[in-house]
């Protein structure tokens, strides 16, 4: 099966700038994660969708970012305006599970987005 | 709030060396999931393995071991005659298993830096 698609792959903006980065899930997976990765920390989940319908956004900086899933496929996730400390890399992953538990483990990741703020 | 210890932030060892990476996480679930995740330099995270609390069995796959202790809530990782080829860096990982809007939430520790020279 097809991995988790994101794109751009690199991207380097200004502060003060918006940018978007656009994932899309492997097929048939109902839940999509964006976390956002600081270099040297390990990844924390700004927010999770389960089809279209936002399930925790409790971390996602709401001044700045956005997020949204139409149709509950692609997903893209905005900052703006852009900070410096918001350079990071921002990492994109589908699930398969759609309740209680993960009887069938699918939880993939994508090979992210690295955003630079200057 | 579930949390997430790597105290290790770099090892390096030489070829054919074994090499433990500790993991202990903090939770006040009686059920939860625990992961390993690799990090090559590429940026991609690769999962490893997926251990139920349920399960306290050792599991073995290849070269890579994986000791669970629920009394020490410590979940280490270890490489058996280590190779070039495992530098990257290694992530653990906790999940809430059941219940909530939390589920399928990954929360990761700081990460092991992994080098291994020939």
């Known amino acids: 099966e097809a991995g988790v698609a994101q794109s751009p792959r690199y991207k380097i903006i200004e502060k003060r700038q918006s940018v978007a980065f656009w994932c899309n899930p492997i097929?048939?997976?109902?839940?999509l994660y964006w976390y956002q990765q600081i270099l040297g920390q390990g990844p924390k989940l700004l927010i999770q969708?389960?089809?279209?319908?936002?399930?925790?956004d409790s971390q996602l900086p709401k001044d700045r970012f956005s997020a949204e899933r139409l149709k509950g496929v692609d997903s893209t996730l905005k900052i703006q305006p852009a900070k410096l400390e918001d350079s990071a890399v921002y990492l994109c992953?589908?699930?398969?599970?759609?309740?209680?538990?993960?009887?069938?483990?699918?939880?993939?990741f994508g090979s992210g987005t690295r955003l630079t703020v200057v | 709030a579930q949390k997430v210890t790597q105290a290790q932030t770099e090892i390096s060892v030489v070829e054919k060396e074994d090499v433990t990476l500790d993991c202990v996480y903090e939770?006040?679930?009686?059920?939860?999931?625990l992961f390993w995740y690799k990090q090559p330099p590429s940026g991609e995270l690769v999962f490893l393995i997926r251990?139920?609390?349920?399960?306290?069995q050792n599991e073995i796959s290849g070269r890579y071991s994986w000791n669970f202790q629920k009394s020490t809530s410590s979940f280490n990782f270890t490489i058996t005659a280590s190779q070039v080829v495992d530098s990257a860096v290694y992530f653990c990982?906790?999940?809430?298993?059941?219940?909530?809007?939390?589920?399928?939430?990954?929360?990761f520790g700081q990460g092991t830096i992994l080098t291994v020279h020939p």
């Open positions: 097929s048939g997976h109902a839940t």
């Open positions: 992953a589908s699930s398969s599970l759609t309740g209680r538990a993960f009887q069938n483990y699918g939880y993939t």
């Open positions: 969708f389960q089809n279209n319908g936002v399930v925790d």
């Open positions: 939770t006040r679930d009686t059920t939860y999931y």
């Open positions: 251990r139920n609390s349920f399960d306290e």
């Open positions: 990982a906790l999940s809430r298993n059941a219940g909530g809007t939390s589920y399928g939430k990954l929360t």
